[in-house]
């Protein structure tokens, strides 16, 4: 069963068309759970606080910076053992440590040292953050600092605790009810439980639905590798299946760039959100996989599913023909191209040896050529990919040569100098002075061979 399976991608294609746009929606939905897996580390992030005070202030000072408010001293904050010394309209005077403030009993004059009696009070009026990177974190939001740190510490362990049961419960279920609908699920879990992260009114709230969320990435991630893995054929199988990680890794890099310009975490949670809307848009669309259906008896859902398959691979087939035969096209002009150019590139002193030279490099590309086919077995594209990126750079650096068409051979290695140094005035078509002077002499020995004659 499971060899006769497998033959239907030598009919059908191990990465056609078909499987290409499956491939390719479907793991783009992973960046997704790459972007959920991190986003707490810009959405948690804890600034430099100090303890709020009860007033108006009127003069800031740290160490011996004094300034009119507190936007203006977290330029000079370095440690968290610093205390900022802050005096109040109404004349009190107190230093504020990060989990504690103290009021001084004698307020005659604002310095930064005080040896005097002080009393100490609890942060009971909030905290104050420094806003100059992050306008606002879920830190900032719920004062997740001090005796309530250990609140801001859970939100990435409980996260991954979802992600754990989420693996094993969507798994479960995907073997049960079929792999579509649980990426649809998912995915459409993934965008409304994001989007709700955005809007939860305090901090178990927030856990909460992130636990949610967490699961269906959890899901998602993994029903999704079961389902490419089944419909890619087995010569396509192992880079497909380890390419979802790749989307998975570019999610991440997409927490970096989203978190350095938005700087507010729910606009920053709804902005990575949204960025994956388009596949829950299309993702109902996607067919239920050949292996699945089969293992559940429905040979008719999973016949309809090969001929689909088969439809699309056969156009694909003969877009790659067609491709081919340009390429092979483009293949044959070039390499003609490449003797007539060289032989017109090189003086005539040397031009023998050149077109040989160049001759005996396309042997060594036949030499190599074939030694590039094992490159299937790392990516079934590498040996195309390998042989397009050579012909492109070649004919990048071809541009830096000058132009021959309509120019006289060179005879000399002075002139062929001569016609590099003078690209820019190639169309101008004016033959070398050597070459001027070469062509008199020819006709003045001609014309005395003439008198001689006579």
């Known amino acids: 069963m499971a060899l006769s399976s497998e033959r239907l991608f030598d009919s059908l294609g191990h990465f056609g068309r078909f499987q290409a746009c499956v491939y390719f929606a479907s793991v783009f939905q992973a960046m997704s759970c790459g972007i959920h897996y991190l986003a707490s580390v810009f959405m948690a992030v804890t600034p430099n606080f100090v303890c709020g005070f009860p007033g108006n202030v009127s003069s800031v000072l740290f160490h011996n910076s004094s300034a009119s408010s507190m936007e203006d001293i977290w330029t000079l904050w370095t440690s968290t053992e610093n205390y900022i010394v802050v005096q109040l309209e109404n004349g009190e005077i107190w230093e504020l440590d990060q989990c504690s403030r103290s009021k001084r009993e004698v307020s005659l004059d604002l310095a930064y040292e005080y040896e005097g009696n002080k009393s100490v009070f609890p942060c009971s009026d909030g905290f104050l953050y420094d806003d100059t990177k992050w306008k606002s974190t879920v830190?900032?939001?719920?004062?997740?600092?001090?005796?309530?740190?250990?609140?801001?510490?859970?939100?990435?362990?409980?996260?991954?605790?979802?992600?754990?049961?989420?693996?094993?419960?969507?798994?479960?279920?995907?073997?049960?009810?079929?792999?579509?609908?649980?990426?649809?699920?998912?995915?459409?879990?993934?965008?409304?439980?994001g989007i709700a992260v955005a809007f939860t009114f305090d901090y178990y709230s927030f856990v909460i639905v992130r636990f949610l969320l967490a699961m269906v990435s959890s899901g998602y991630l993994v029903v999704a590798f079961v389902y490419v893995t089944e419909f890619v054929g087995i010569k396509a199988r192992t880079w497909a299946s380890m390419h979802v990680h790749a989307f998975f890794a570019m999610g991440i890099m997409i927490v970096a760039l989203v978190g350095f310009f938005v700087r507010t975490w729910w606009v920053y949670q709804i902005f990575l959100t949204i960025a994956t809307l388009p596949f829950v848009l299309c993702c109902w669309m996607l067919p239920e996989t050949p292996f699945w259906l089969l293992s559940e008896e429905r040979y008719e859902d999973a016949q309809k599913v090969i001929d689909t398959m088969a439809r699309w691979n056969k156009d694909f087939n003969i877009l790659i023909i067609l491709a081919n035969m340009a390429g092979k096209f483009s293949i044959g002009v070039a390499f003609g191209l490449i003797y007539l150019y060289t032989a017109e590139l090189y003086p005539t002193v040397v031009r023998s040896l050149a077109v040989g030279s160049g001759s005996m490099m396309c042997r060594v590309g036949s030499v190599v050529a074939p030694f590039c086919v094992y490159l299937r077995s790392v990516w079934i594209f590498m040996p195309l990919l390998l042989v397009g990126i050579m012909a492109l750079l070649s004919g990048i650096l071809t541009i830096m040569l000058p132009e021959t068409l309509g120019k006289p051979l060179t005879n000399t290695l002075e002139e062929a100098t001569e016609m590099g140094r003078n690209k820019k005035s190639c169309s101008e078509k004016t033959p070398p002075a050597h070459s001027g002077a070469a062509l008199e002499k020819i006709e003045m020995f001609g014309q005395e061979r003439v008198g001689t004659d006579k």
């Open 139 to 193: 830190v900032m939001q719920w004062d997740l600092v001090c005796n309530r740190e250990w609140l801001a510490k859970l939100i990435q362990p409980t996260f991954m605790l979802g992600v754990l049961i989420g693996a094993v419960i969507f798994g479960d279920i995907a073997d049960r009810l079929g792999r579509q609908r649980v990426i649809w699920f998912t995915s459409a879990g993934q965008f409304v439980f």
